[in-house]
């Protein structure tokens, strides 16, 4: 089978085994790529984290695209059907084919994607106006460090402010074209030490059993949405993530309960509200406990502008899909992108697969996303 230029590339970019933070040569790579066309290219490296920033073309509208090469560990590698870094193409009872891999549908073929489609635009349209970007990160799937906000800053500091930035994340939540995802909840996390008092299980009445006190702020919690969402984004969350309590004893009732807790909240909310909410629950029901909040992340939103119209558009005339746009789902670099004014959106294939094991992304719905971006850029290089 004859593949896309842009199925061709995701393929080589699966093949590298770049588990986050290692870039493992997958930038050289795009760099070599690149180079032909004209772009300027810097590598921006610290920490073991690895960065790409090229640009073509001088001027406003500055259009920056934003991924990453590093991709999560495969986990015990046997449970795969397949090898996951041997890029096979196969074919589902669908009749599509598949690029199937670690990282093909996070991130790898959003990122050949968007690197096909800029180089269409530019052999279509060699002297552009403005300038199209891309920046690649290999520690998106870790802690960021010397990761995309490294290179924020840099931004920042040589006032390179993009006007529009798109992300080749996996967006679509079912179909191909469904969905844009506009902005993405912020991430909150707390500990709570809920303190009882430890005695023996035989003279409960002599002892308070922490578990019990934090299993009646859990329910408080839960009686007690912090909010209801807005239009863009659903309810702040409250989850538990871990809960840990006992001496090794089966005849001790345990005095302390350790609970750790995630909140991913949207824009009506700050840490410093959450928390006081937090705060006011637990006074309700009456336990001692004590919180330590650690912000992961803020939320960011792009209303509907010249971006979100230009993309929405290309969808439709690509995929006759009208996408909608939502907020739902895990953090993305996009936030630090979307903290220089930046309108920002994510925009990419299906996300069900990814991080799981047999990872794959459709090949014919990587072909469809670079002709939605090469449209993209036509209408915003204006
Ligand atoms: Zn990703």
């Not at 073991?48 to 073309?57: E, I, Q, S, V, Y």
């Not at 239009?231 to 345990?254: E, H, L």
């Not at 609970?259 to 909410?277: A, G, S, V």
Request: net charge negative; proline share 4%; with cysteine.
């Amino acid at each position: 089978m004859e593949l896309s230029k842009t199925v061709n590339l995701a393929k080589e970019l699966v093949c590298i085994k770049s588990v986050t933070p290692d870039d493992n040569g997958c930038q050289d790579l795009i760099a070599k790529i690149l180079e032909p066309y004209g772009f300027s290219i810097r590598f921006i490296s610290s920490n073991g984290t690895k960065n790409l920033l090229a640009f073509h073309g001088t001027g406003a509208p500055l259009t920056l695209f934003l991924g990453h090469t590093d991709v999560v560990p495969t986990g015990d590698e046997t449970t795969w059907d397949y090898p996951p870094f041997s890029g096979k193409i196969i074919t589902k009872d669908d009749g599509k084919h598949y690029l199937y891999g670690r990282g093909s549908s996070d991130m790898k073929g959003g990122d050949a994607a968007m690197i096909c489609a800029m180089l269409e635009y530019i052999e279509q349209k060699p002297d552009h106006k403005g300038t199209i970007g891309l920046l690649l990160t290999s520690n998106e799937e870790g802690d960021a460090v010397g990761g995309t906000p490294y290179v924020v800053e840099f931004l920042k500091k040589e006032n390179i402010i993009p006007d529009y930035c798109i992300i080749g994340e996996c967006s679509c939540d079912e179909v191909f074209g469904d969905s844009i995802k506009n902005g993405r909840r912020g991430d909150l996390n707390a500990t709570i030490v809920v303190n009882g008092i430890q005695g023996h299980a035989a003279l409960e009445q002599h002892a308070k059993n922490a578990v019990f006190e934090a299993s009646r702020f859990i329910s408080a919690m839960l009686d007690n949405p912090i909010d209801n969402g807005t239009q863009f984004f659903p309810p702040t969350s409250f989850q538990v993530s871990n809960i840990s309590a006992g001496t090794g004893a089966d005849n001790v009732i345990p005095g302390v309960c350790t609970l750790r807790c995630n909140f991913r909240w949207n824009d009506l909310q700050t840490p410093e509200k959450i928390e006081k909410h937090v705060r006011e629950v637990a006074k309700s029901c009456g336990i001692d406990c004590t919180m330590d909040f650690r912000e992961e992340g803020k939320p960011f939103l792009t209303k509907e502008g010249l971006l979100i119209d230009a993309l929405k558009a290309s969808i439709i005339e690509v995929t006759g899909i009208t996408p909608s746009l939502g907020t739902s789902g895990g953090t993305s670099d996009g936030r630090f992108i979307r903290h220089l004014g930046t309108q920002t959106v994510e925009f990419g294939p299906v996300s069900n697969l990814i991080h799981k094991v047999n990872e794959m992304v459709c090949t014919e719905d990587l072909d469809s996303l670079t002709r939605i971006y090469v449209k993209t850029l036509e209408k915003l290089m204006k």
